[in-house]
């Protein structure tokens, strides 16, 4: 399997990018933006998008944690981005998300985590659409085309956002634009992980990695080669990666509704 099929043209990716930031930001009178800063690959790399099309003083950064800060990571990321202290909060959302688990009675078991991680990104996508409206700003989101199809994001949490900047690019794809744009080596080397519970990783959770699975979905829903040819070129969980796919499916689905 040649991985080279995902490869990019970083130079004209980033000037698509930034046009379109640009356009839309312009169409729609806005001069704000809001964007949720993990300290991850993604974030970090819409984040830097962000910073060629506005003026610092309009760009608003929210880091919100439910265990500890990434504080390293956040210094490397705003370190001569000249963001004024004012437009940066770090806040803990763990109390706001323990009191919402108490109050639906959902006690901190391992079989709830998963019901746990999907308040803890509807509680973040509250603090960012009330910072938006605060500061008439639409808010950035930060996800790929390979969350996007593997239906990794939760519903009116994560996946909710105004403009998306790199939703049409996978996992693998933002790593090389991320390169380019010289993002520090240390967010790229970083597993990535949602942050929902204490030791969670995309892959792990997965079972399979973002390398596979970018070339599956490519190989698959771009391509239209069938499973079985996949898996002859050597792409052994392409059942596994279709299967996940097919099981978040209704994310991409929903609300049903009379048409």
């Given amino acids: 399997m040649d991985k080279s099929i995902l490869n990019i043209d970083c130079e004209k990716e980033k000037a698509r990018i930034l046009n379109f930031l640009r356009e839309t930001f312009k169409k729609q009178n806005i001069k704000n933006a809001v964007v949720g800063l993990s300290g991850g690959l993604d974030s970090a790399t819409s984040f830097y998008f962000l910073r060629e099309v506005l003026e610092p003083e309009n760009i608003y950064i929210a880091h919100l944690y439910y265990f500890e800060p990434c504080l390293s990571m956040l210094n490397l990321l705003l370190k ?30 391992e079989e709830n985590k998963i019901r746990i991680g999907n308040i803890t990104a509807r509680v973040r996508m509250i603090f960012l659409y009330d910072l938006a409206k605060k500061n008439n700003a639409l808010v950035c989101g930060t996800e790929n085309r390979s969350e996007k199809f593997l239906g990794y994001f939760t519903r009116f949490g994560d996946e909710a956002s105004d403009i998306e900047p790199i939703t049409h690019l996978f996992k693998t794809q933002v790593l ?48 239209h080669f069938s499973v079985e040819q996949i898996k002859k070129m050597g792409l052994e969980n392409a059942e596994k990666i279709i299967l996940y796919v097919k099981r978040n499916e209704f994310k991409q689905k929903t609300p049903y509704r009379i048409l």
């Fill in 80 to 109: 001569e981005s000249k963001i004024p202290e004012k437009n940066i909060q770090i806040i803990s959302i763990k109390h706001n998300v323990d009191e919402i688990a108490k109050s639906l009675g959902i006690e901190q078991r």
């Fill in 176 to 223: 090389q634009l991320a390169s380019y744009l010289g993002i520090p080596k240390a967010i790229i080397m970083q597993k990535p992980t949602a942050g929902l519970w204490a030791g969670q990783t995309d892959e792990d959770e997965f079972g399979f990695t973002y390398e596979e699975a970018d070339q599956v979905l490519y190989l698959r829903f771009d391509k």
